[in-house]
């Protein structure tokens, strides 16, 4: 039996199954780390650069293990940095536990030093379990319905420990009233409508002529039963952001992304469709889903406040989607018309070429979308890579082809930048044998990328296959940002606001032990990539590109024209290169041959 409350939290947390906790030190928890380092190694202590990096790293664990990812911070600010990492799990529907450190429970409530009032400052982002401890017998069901809560329902949960709760001497709650009993271990067996709801489902889906599925985070464990159930409807297959790897690029009636950042065959497929299938998608911009109307709505989900959220559905099935499909399958019509299915196949080999044309066009130096591009030839099987929020997310959603096997996410709800790095290194942790690559535009590089390439410093030597590849977007723009202002207010770029300073990211990299380059010639970007990848060591490369190479959405708006005209007249600093960069594009995607007048292979 432990000894303190904390050797006791560690030991229930190890018995849940918890190996590896993301966190920075503090007197609030110094209870709690002196009980971690009791624990000999059974539950690894990850030390970060800020709280923030901790909720994100903890994050991305659930995200490529589907466990509950558990994050430690200190009272006061240790407390507060946590935050946007932990609502990032939470837009995401990720499971997460932080525990946190309080002040002494006899200074709550006095105005002392980091005294906050925790409760209320974690009540949204954790919302579905917040609790406080205030004496040993309680510390049990706090932990056991903390973790219970967050794997069970993919939620974000949390526990406040005072500092002086934590080195009392454990107390098991006893057999008398007011006290109560709990224990560890959880079963979640899949959810599956019943026959009926299935049969409806199945009705309006052998009705339709022309079937599109919409695939995402939900899917991403249904990989053979998605494909099923589009062969036997002849569909065709758009993936939300977070469902990138939840069908293999290689499937020729996948469309690929949807939306701003999507393709225009996922745009056609959307457009041309009469009966849709959303599966564990959330995905939020209805001006990219068939008009009200024009499609009859089949949805499945795990989480009934997600359902007919976005469409208009008929059928709205509560389920696991692996489970869900394969019972509704067999109750699915084989369709002989496949007209639409090889319109659909035509169109997304023609988004490919699109995508390669845009790639290859020129730009000064280098065009963003030639280094994802390269990328994607030379992904290693098994690869996991992780995108920043910006246009390195535009890049992955559309140039990068996943093969089976292969995983990556995004922060796709919060969209907070800063996500890519710990997203990385808790990649690196949870599958140190995979090759890991971490897109990063310049903005999230300076905001806190360089601090945590510390923190991958500290512990590559753990990992049995060193390659964890950072690629930096060094465009020294808020490219993303400049572009919405052109776009979407008509507003020219101003240079006070979005201007970045040129940092040598390589460099700094090789002054703490990693490899690194920098380039700056487009025809250098394949060989690059090849270098970090066959690297033995973690590895930074500095890609010198083109802020003014538009990331194009697949379809353009009169009102979106407009404002991006009038960003221009308004004293656009860098007019001619905007000009320039977005005739070229626009050549590349209407024809692929023409963006470069000499390509080489790279």
């Not at 992780?386 to 292969?406: I, P, Q």
């Not at 930048?417 to 903005?443: E, N, Q, S, T, W």
């Not at 390659?467 to 060094?474: E, G, I, Y």
Request: with cysteine.
């Amino acid at each position: 039996m432990a000894g303190t409350v904390a050797d006791f939290i560690w030991e229930r947390l190890g018995a849940w199954g918890v190996r590896r906790v993301f966190g920075y030190p503090g007197d609030g928890i110094g209870g709690l780390i002196g009980a971690l380092a009791r624990t000999e190694g059974a539950i690894d202590f990850v030390q970060v650069r800020h709280e923030e990096m901790a909720g994100l790293m903890a994050c991305g664990t659930a995200k490529f293990t589907g466990e509950v990812g558990v994050c430690l911070a200190t009272s006061g600010p240790g407390a507060i940095h946590l935050l946007n990492g932990l609502y990032d799990a939470k837009l995401d529907h990720q499971p997460v536990l932080a525990l946190v450190g309080q002040q002494a429970r006899s200074a709550i409530g006095s105005h002392y030093q980091q005294d906050l009032d925790l409760q209320s400052l974690f009540k949204d982002v954790a919302g579905a379990y917040v609790e406080t401890a205030f004496v040993p017998a309680q510390v049990p069901h706090l932990i056991d319905r903390a973790y219970r809560i967050a794997k069970a329902e993919r939620r974000v949960t949390c526990v406040i420990l005072p500092n002086d709760l934590q080195v009392l001497p454990m107390e098991q709650p006893a057999r008398e009233h007011a006290m109560t009993h709990s224990g560890v271990g959880l079963d979640v067996s899949p959810v599956v409508p019943d026959r009926a709801a299935l049969a409806r489902a199945a009705g309006v889906l052998n009705a339709g002529g022309k079937v599109a599925m919409l695939v995402g985070a939900g899917a991403l464990g249904a990989t053979d039963e998605v494909i099923a159930v589009a062969e036997r409807l002849g569909a065709g297959i758009a993936k939300a952001l977070l469902g990138k790897a939840a069908v293999p690029d290689d499937v020729v009636f996948c469309t690929g992304s949807i939306g701003v950042l999507g393709t225009k065959a996922s745009w056609d497929l959307m457009e041309g469709c009469d009966t849709l299938l959303m599966v564990g998608s959330g995905f939020p911009y209805t001006e990219f889903l068939p008009e009200v109307g024009q499609a009859r709505g089949v949805q499945i989900d795990i989480d009934a406040g997600m359902l007919g959220l976005r469409y208009p559905m008929e059928v709205n099935l509560v389920g696991d989607a692996a489970a869900t499909l394969r019972a509704l399958l067999p109750l699915l019509e084989e369709k002989a018309d496949r007209s639409w299915r090889e319109t659909v196949e035509e169109n997304a080999v023609a988004s490919w070429e699109q995508a390669r044309g845009m790639a290859m066009a020129d730009a000064d130096p280098i065009n963003p979308q030639r280094v994802a591009y390269e990328l994607s030839e030379r992904l290693p099987d098994g690869s996991i890579v992780t995108a920043d929020s910006g246009t390195t997310t535009v890049w992955y959603a559309r140039d990068l082809k996943f093969r089976r096997g292969m995983m990556g996410s995004v922060s796709g709800t919060l969209a907070t930048m800063g996500c890519a790095i710990p997203y990385a290194i808790a990649a690196k942790f949870a599958h140190p044998g995979r090759p890991v690559i971490a897109l990063v535009g310049d903005g999230a590089m300076q905001m806190n990328g360089m601090a945590e390439l510390i923190t991958v410093a500290k512990y590559w030597k753990r990992w049995t296959d060193p390659r964890l590849v950072v690629m930096v977007l060094n465009n020294r723009d808020l490219a993303y940002v400049t572009w919405e202002e052109r776009v979407q207010l008509g507003d020219p770029k101003w240079e006070a606001s979005q201007a970045l300073p040129d940092v040598p990211y390589a460099e700094f990299a090789k002054l703490i032990g990693l490899g690194g380059r920098r380039v700056e010639d487009p025809e250098e970007v394949g060989a690059a990539w090849d270098e970090a990848l066959a690297a033995d060591r973690p590895f930074v490369l500095d890609m010198v590109t083109d802020p003014n190479v538009p990331p194009l959405p697949p379809h353009i708006t009169l009102k979106q024209a407009r404002s991006f005209m009038g960003a221009l007249l308004a004293g656009e600093p860098e007019l001619g290169s905007v000009l320039a960069n977005t005739a070229r594009e626009m050549i590349g995607a209407i024809l692929p041959s023409a963006g470069k007048a000499s390509e080489g292979d790279g």
